[in-house]
């Protein structure tokens, strides 16, 4: 993510994490991945960014920047899929 508050999470995640039990502490091979997507301005378009988001990690291209008619493309191509089906 390309918010400010990722240096402020990875800095309290940091502390708690030293509260947790060694056993009960999560894997160190545990990977932080980042789909270059920005932080979405609104809602509305939340599942759009999870569903582009989950595209990337199944190896589809970048974007790159997404705008508002990206976004609206999207929204339609996610619908004619869900037709599809």
């Not at 509305?44 to 008619?69: D, I, M, Q, S």
């Amino acid at each position: 993510m390309a918010s400010s508050y990722l240096n402020t999470v990875r800095a309290a995640a940091q502390k708690l994490i030293m509260m947790i039990p060694g056993k009960h502490r999560p894997s160190r091979r545990m990977t932080i991945y980042d789909p270059g997507l920005g932080v979405p301005s609104d809602s509305y378009n939340c599942g759009v960014y999870v569903l582009l988001a989950f595209e990337l990690l199944c190896g589809a291209g970048p974007l790159g920047h997404v705008n508002k008619n990206i976004l609206q493309l999207l929204r339609y191509r996610y619908m004619r899929m869900l037709i599809e089906v």
